[in-house]
């Protein structure tokens, strides 16, 4: 399985970004998938998960400011992140949790005035 995250930047307190996550190798349309991020120090944590066709989880701190979706006529996995927050910065990284060290190169976001 190959996975490639894309649209992280630097953003002010309150922007948005829209990542996206391109999969290939697997039959995307039947696997879970998810966003995880990394803070520098930090643990990598779950921020959503998406099945099939619905939303599984998102992490409480995200919750009302990130959509997770996916396309699965394109295999993308994609993470729309409004009213950013400078505790927000981090490496986001996709992953198909059913299928082990399935992550990809991770996109850096940063939220800094």
């Known amino acids: 399985v190959q996975l490639v995250e894309s649209g992280g930047g630097l953003v002010q307190p309150g922007g948005s970004l829209r990542l996206s996550c391109a999969v290939s190798g697997i039959d995307f349309g039947v696997y879970v998938m998810a966003w995880h991020r990394q803070s520098p120090g930090k643990q990598r944590e779950l921020v959503a998960s998406?099945?099939?066709?619905?939303?599984?989880y998102y992490q409480d701190a995200v919750k009302g400011r990130f959509t997770i979706s996916r396309d699965n006529a394109k295999n993308t996995v994609y993470l729309q992140m409004n009213d950013l927050k400078p505790e927000d910065s981090a490496v986001y990284y996709c992953k198909v949790p059913m299928i082990a060290h399935s992550w990809g190169q991770g996109t850096q976001v940063i939220v800094s005035s």
């Open positions: 998406v099945g099939r066709s619905e939303v599984l």
